[in-house]
């Protein structure tokens, strides 16, 4: 029942962490030398999100995630971390499409909602399933000094 959970848990963040890839939007703001507006600084924290998931680097997706990071399964940072660790061991080859997000930014707070697929392989078919997932999630962001960091992210509900 344990690893079964701890399965689950980890298929469900790896859906919440896929989605965060948009390569267009952030780079209008290094093309022209402007100032990034919040959305674009946004987009480029999820693009770095994804690639992480992408090329199985906990750090470099836990270095968007707040300390203050808790989910609506009321895990926090340190746990959200030991289920990223366990999806990076047992799954490889992750794939990740997705939609343009919707980007909501109210003063120093941020709503994303986006939507997925997500595809990765178990490194031992026999004890982890195969991912395929779609779906839609909503991420919720807070401006920390000039970045964005994720608080929470889940199912739309």
Sequence with gaps: MGLLRTT????????????????????????????????????????????GMENRRVYQV????????????????????????????????IRVTRATPRIQVQGNRATVIDTF???????????NPPVSLQGQVVILMERYKDTWQILEWGPIS
Aim: glycine fraction near 4%.
């Design 117 to 127: 697929g997500t595809n990765a392989d178990a490194v031992d078919a026999h004890t």
């Design 62 to 93: 836990l270095a968007h995630v707040s300390r203050a990071y808790r989910d609506r399964s009321n895990r926090d940072y340190n746990e959200l971390s030991k289920d990223l660790n366990f999806l990076m061991r047992n799954y490889r080859n």
């Design 8 to 51: 689950s848990m980890a298929l469900f963040m790896l859906c919440m962490f896929s989605a965060c890839q948009t390569q267009f939007a952030s780079n209008i703001g290094q093309m022209t030398g402007l100032t990034l507006s919040d959305e674009e600084r946004i987009t480029q924290v999820l693009e770095d999100v994804q690639r």
